[in-house]
Each structure stands twice: as C-alpha cells, then as structure tokens.
C-alpha cells in the first residue's frame, strides 16, 4: 500500500518534468530554426551525464502572464550546475519554445538564482540566450528582471568568469547583460539589437534586416560586441569549452595547469626567417606565437575586430598566459582606437584572473589621422596604459622589432611595471623613425647643405645608427636583455617561472576610475 502511495507521488512528480521538459512539437520547431533546444545545448556544453537542473518547476505567478495560454514549468529558461572539462560550472539556457524565451519575473529570478550560487560557490557562469527579450505581457516585473541580472553581472565581474552565448534572438536592452560580462559568443544564426529593424524603418525611415543590423559578422567585425563568431551551435559550445579551459573557476584561484609535452628548453630558429629584418616588409604575428607557446596552440580572442592587435590564451611550459601582440599584417600593426580598446579588456580579464600577460611588440606607432584624433584615440589610448599599469599579474614584453614612440610606452614598458622586457638585437626603441626625426631635426642643416639629398641620407644613416637599436634602451636598463630569437621561448618560460609568485598590491582604494 505504502508503496503505492509513493508510485503516485513518483509518477506525479514524473508528469510535472515532462512538461517542463517540452512537447516533440516544441523541439521540432526549434531544429526547424536550425537551432538545439535549450536542454540540448546543455547537454552538449557539460560533461556527458553531468548536467543537473535546478529550479525546473518554477512557474509565472499568473497564467495572466501567459497571455491566457496554458502555463508551463520552468518559465522558459533552463538554469543549474555541472562539469566543464571536470570543473564546476553553473548556467542557465532560455528555452525559445516558451513564450519565445522570453523573460519575466520568475524567469529572471532563476537566472539571478543561478548567478548568485555561482559567485558564492566560485564557478563559472555561462548563460545561453536564445530570447524576444522582456516579456511584454509582465510589463515593469520583467523590465526590473534584466535590471538584478545587470546588478548580479556587476557583482560577479572579476569575480568568476561569465559567459554569454547568443544563440537565437537577442533584443532590446537584453543585450547588456551580454554586454557587461567577460566573453560574448555568437553563431551565425543569431542576433543582437537594441532597437530592431521595425523601430529602424519607423524613426529612420531606413530598410535594414536583422542580419544587418546586428547579425554574428556585423558584432565580430563591425562593433566588436562578439568575442568569437561560430558557425552553430554545436561548434559554438565546443569552443566555449575549450575557452574555459583556459580559466580559473574563480578570481582566487589560478588558471588549470596542464603537464607539458613540449620541451621548456626548445629554442626557435625559424623565427630569424619569420620575422623579416627589413622593417617595411609585415608578416603574420600568430606565427611567432605559434612558434613561441606549447605544442603551437593559439586560442585567439576577439579574431576579426580590430586585426591589428592579436590577443588570446596560450600555455607556456604548460601554465596558461594572455598574449597581446600588435599585428604588423594589419595596419602595419599602428595601434589605433579599437585595438586600444581591445587590449585593455584583455589585460584587465587577464589580471582579474591571475593570468600573466606576454606582450610582444612590433608597433610603429599610433595611428595618424582626423579620424582618430575625432574618435577618441586620447581617450582610449589611455584605457590601455590604465590597463596595463593597473595589471599585477606577472608582464613579460618582447620587441620583435619596431617600437616607437608613444606605443613603447604604452604596451608593458619598464614605466609601467614590466616585469621583465626582452629586445630582440634588430629591435628599434626610439621616439620616432629616422626619415621622421632627421626632417623634424635637421630641416634648415638639410635644406641649406649643398647636396640636401646626400646630406640627409647621412644624417638618417647617423640617427640610425645611434638611436635604431636596442641598445640604448639596454643601457639605461629599460629593457632587461637584448637576446637571440631563437632563445625566446625558454627565456619567457625562465621569467614566467619566477614571475609567478610576484606580490603586488594597490594602495587601498574604492576603485580607479578608467578613462571612459
Ligand atoms: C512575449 C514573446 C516575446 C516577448 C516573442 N514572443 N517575443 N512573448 N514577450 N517579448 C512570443 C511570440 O508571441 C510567439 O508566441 C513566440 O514567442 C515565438 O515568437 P515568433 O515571433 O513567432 O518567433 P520568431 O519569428 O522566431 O521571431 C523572434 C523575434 C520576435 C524576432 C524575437 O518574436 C520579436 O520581434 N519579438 C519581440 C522582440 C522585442 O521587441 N522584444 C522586446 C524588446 S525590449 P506564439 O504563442 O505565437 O508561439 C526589451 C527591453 C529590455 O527587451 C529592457 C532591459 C533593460
């Protein structure tokens, strides 16, 4: 009798998960998008078997919300906790099949739930959004929803990493949760907007498609909103995976060593072939990354916005490191307002969590023009000086080649507490170029010369000599060796090794004020 009793609490509890779980029409009509549903993603995302749901009986306070539609449990967003390549990790998927996924008080509250346990427990916290934004039957209970999962964005913000993953729909002021945490991914069958193509058309009498206006390319490469563009959204969860790998759980830990394979004493011959000694002629900087880091392997971060400035995670003799290197591929590597920006946002993720930053440098300068000086370049050009003085990670710098001017001073120097500064012996450490210095210099000595074409020529051989080197900087001791190439990677791994314990600390404050 009694176990009667407890078959029909079983199979009523079994009933109630059955439709929080949806019906095969829901799931069809969302592959018919091209997309997985919400718990499909999860299990993809988590270890196998590890996922575990929490919260998935929660329900809107009123069936009124439902716009008189039979209400379901769960409220339309899958929250709960599970293995990340064995790591703990919370999440919370929003499930497009109800109500379009979109979020009302109660949904809301379980994504807040999740986020709190996450920053209590020190886990990561990934959030898959796939969602027509504030629910509008809910009105202002929906609107203060996304306002406590901006203010748990806030507080979790270099507290434990978070993740957002743009799968369907990303609309209105919904974007700025998003928009406020460390990484945004996004696949190709998705979209992000504050006003959509119809409020477009109405104010601006323009014709736009979502795709357009704020499709995965236009974020990646126009706006600089997404951090990695994938093609679906199995290929999306594989490398969110694979980007967690690279981070701590939390801010009080360290970054997941891995045992090496690759030797620490390895030296690099091929990159006195890859780096060109004529400093006209660019090549590609993930190259030298590649050749530099363990077994080659490179996870670039934000790879389409701003090409003139490389970053990402790599391991060096198997601890994880934040690269930022300038691109001399693009732009010949000047920095300019986005890559400023780039880089700022990198080092500080870096520094948040205990990730040494290498710096490696060929730059020959900001970039000139109107349209920079009228962007902002001041303004966040200072973002990464902030950035870089800001970090007490251990900062390993090496010039491949150029560093001139502003941009030496900006990107890891001995001003801004570099740890240890390598030079490579072709480096160039000056204010400027020599063609440039000679015309500033030597305007009247040139123009007034008898043959102004030969003394100028001698003039920049001479500045060339004195100052386009190394050397100088070496005997000042703002860099501390000139090396070989081929001895970069084991000198990085030596400095590494002793870096690590580096003890840094602020004078207490509330907190800095970045320039904006
Ligand atoms: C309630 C919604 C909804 C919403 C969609 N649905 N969005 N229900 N509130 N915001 C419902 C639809 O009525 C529909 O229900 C189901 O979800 C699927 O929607 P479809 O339109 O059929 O899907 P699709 O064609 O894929 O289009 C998806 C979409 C579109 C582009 C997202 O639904 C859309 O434009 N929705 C409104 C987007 C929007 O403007 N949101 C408010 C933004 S303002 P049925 O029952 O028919 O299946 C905002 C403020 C946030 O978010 C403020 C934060 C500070």
């Not at 009124?64 to 990790?89: A, E, P």
């Not at 966040?380 to 001017?405: D, F, H, Q």
Request: net charge negative; charged share 25%.
């Amino acid at each position: 009798m009694a176990n009667s009793i407890m078959e029909h609490y079983i199979e009523d509890l079994r009933q109630r998960k059955a439709i929080a779980e949806g019906t095969a029409k829901d799931i069809e009509a969302q592959h018919s998008k091209g997309r997985l549903t919400a718990r499909e993603r999860l299990q993809l995302l988590f270890d196998p078997g590890t996922f575990t749901e929490i919260d998935s009986l929660v329900m809107p306070r009123s069936d009124v919300y439902m716009g008189g539609k039979t209400s379901r449990y769960g409220d339309g967003v899958v929250t709960g906790f599970g293995l990340i390549n064995g790591q703990h990790t919370m999440a919370a998927a929003q499930d497009a099949a109800v109500l379009g996924g979109s979020l009302g008080e109660m949904h809301a509250n379980k994504i807040v739930k999740a986020m709190k346990m996450a920053i209590e427990y020190g886990c990561p916290f990934i959030a898959l959004n796939d969602s027509g934004g504030a629910r509008i039957q809910e009105g202002v209970d929906s609107l203060g929803g996304y306002a406590r999962i901006f203010d748990a964005n806030c507080e979790a913000s270099g507290v434990i990493p978070q993740i957002s993953v743009i799968m369907g729909p990303c609309a209105g002021g919904a974007v700025y949760s998003p928009a406020l945490t460390d990484f945004v991914f996004m696949t190709e069958n998705s979209y992000m907007f504050i006003t959509g193509p119809d409020v477009v058309k109405a104010v601006m009498q323009e014709e736009v498609s979502l795709e357009d206006l704020g499709g995965g390319r236009v974020h990646s490469q126009s706006s600089g909103v997404c951090h990695f563009l994938t093609r679906d959204d199995r290929e999306c969860l594989i490398q969110v995976r694979e980007l967690l790998s690279y981070l701590p759980p939390n801010n009080q830990e360290d970054p997941p060593y891995i045992r090496p394979l690759d030797d620490a004493d390895r030296r690099c011959p091929e990159l006195e072939q890859l780096v060109p000694a004529d400093p006209y002629q660019p090549y590609d900087v993930r190259r030298v990354i590649s050749s530099l880091m363990d077994d080659g392997k490179f996870l670039e971060v934000h790879r389409l916005w701003a090409e003139n400035m490389v970053v990402g995670f790599a391991r060096l003799n198997g601890y994880v490191v934040g690269l930022v290197a300038n691109q001399p591929m693009v732009l010949a590597g000047c920095i300019d307002i986005q890559a400023s920006i780039k880089a700022a946002h990198f080092i500080r993720i870096c520094d948040a969590y205990n990730v040494p930053i290498i710096t490696l440098q060929d730059v020959p300068g900001f970039l000139p023009g109107k349209d920079q000086e009228y962007g902002g370049i001041i303004r966040n050009g200072a973002r990464m000086i902030y950035a870089y003085s800001e970090a007490t990670v251990p900062k390993l710098m090496v010039i491949l080649r150029k560093s001139y001017g502003g941009a030496y001073c900006v990107m890891s120097s001995k001003g801004l507490r570099g740890d240890l500064l390598y030079a490579w012996p072709n480096a160039e450490i000056a204010v400027m170029g020599a063609e440039g210095a000679v015309n500033i210099l030597f305007r009247n000595d040139v123009k007034n010369a008898p043959d102004p074409a030969a003394r100028r020529k001698e003039l920049v051989d001479d500045y060339q000599r004195k100052f386009n080197n190394p050397y100088v900087a070496a005997s000042r001791g703002l860099i501390d060796e000139v090396i070989e190439p081929r001895d970069t990677r084991r000198l990085l791994i030596r400095g590494l090794q002793l870096t690590l314990s580096k003890r840094e600390r602020h004078v207490p404050r509330k907190h800095g004020i970045s320039p904006a």
